[in-house]
């Protein structure tokens, strides 16, 4: 279901870039699947923990946005919400995901060198790639309160 994400952002259904709409569900089927799924102990870490809690939190946030927006109605707070939480919720979640590759890498390497390699390498990705989503909610977050400013005044 979380490709549908990037389907609806490439057939234009919701306004998303495709990009960053890809590298965040990339991200989440790996540490779901490759990561989480392929060693089982993982999900007993509190990077797990946290991982879901600011994954959960940004959803529900993000789809509750969205939902009152096409009905017409989007509380200021909500707005608020939705364009300044991410300032804790995408550390939170990026350093759960990167703890959770990097102690998968060990075990990893008992099922064969190269998935640790992968591993190892998609950590390396994760650097800019984090980057890359947060300063597009940064734009995003300066757009939105820029023109809720200019309507104040």
């Not at 946030?61 to 364009?83: A, E």
């Not at 950590?123 to 104040?152: A, C, D, E, N, W």
Request: glycine share 4%.
């Amino acid at each position: 279901m979380a490709l549908l994400e990037v389907v609806h952002a490439a057939t234009g259904i919701v306004r998303a870039p495709i990009s960053t709409t890809l590298m965040q569900v990339a991200s989440r089927i790996l540490l779901v699947w490759p990561v989480t799924n392929t060693f089982p102990h993982l999900a007993k870490s509190a990077a797990y923990s946290s991982m879901l809690i600011a994954w959960s939190v940004t959803e529900v946030i993000r789809y509750s946005y969205f939902t009152l927006s096409l009905s017409g109605f989007t509380p200021k707070f909500m707005t608020w919400l939705r364009y300044n939480a991410f300032y804790v919720l995408y550390p939170l979640g990026i350093s759960s995901e990167c703890w959770l590759i990097y102690k998968a890498i060990e075990p990893a390497k008992s099922i064969r060198q190269e998935y640790a390699w992968l591993l190892q390498a998609i950590l390396g990705i994760y650097v800019p790639g984090s980057y890359i989503l947060f300063t597009h909610m940064m734009r995003q977050r300066r757009k939105v309160m820029r023109g809720k400013q200019v309507k104040k005044a």
